[in-house]
């Protein structure tokens, strides 16, 4: 387990992160560590190798820990007892006429395609060139 909190602190995430929060941080953070950014200086770009190589591990961790949650999730909603389907009464809209039926239409579900931003924690610069 503490290779996961590692993981969390390369990217610079809380533990508590959501996979597409860990996928923004690590775009994030490869933006930021991108060998190509440091043309011209020999040693930083070393370390910017080394820090994206950190990235990649952590990232591909990360991601197969929460698809093998999901696909573990999905077995017990699966595998649950349930109880088995309950009849119904014939379909109330069997006697109305196709017209009637026509008319009462539904609206469209709303959906939100809002998504709530993300927050992660910055460190100054200096740290990260150290």
């Known amino acids: ?3 996961v909190e590692r993981y969390y602190r ?3 995430l809380d533990s508590n992160a959501s996979p597409e929060e860990v996928h923004q941080g690590y775009l994030d953070m490869t933006w930021v560590w991108h060998p190509d950014r440091f043309v011209g200086h020999p ?3 070393r370390k910017a190798q ?3 190589q950190e990235l990649n591990e952590a990232h591909e961790c990360l991601r197969s820990q929460s698809a ?3 696909r573990q999730m999905a077995r017990k909603s699966k595998y649950s007892a349930s109880s088995p389907p309950a009849r119904h009464s014939p379909s109330p809209n069997l006697s109305k006429s196709p017209t009637q ?3 009462r239409k539904q609206a469209p579900p709303t959906v939100n395609t809002k998504k709530p931003p993300i927050h992660f924690k910055a460190n100054p610069i200096d740290d ?3």
């Open 1 to 3: 387990m503490l290779d």
């Open 10 to 12: 390369v990217l610079d």
């Open 43 to 45: 040693r930083l770009q």
């Open 50 to 52: 080394h820090k994206l």
């Open 68 to 70: 093998a949650k999901r």
């Open 101 to 103: 039926q026509k008319q």
């Open 128 to 130: 990260w060139l150290d």
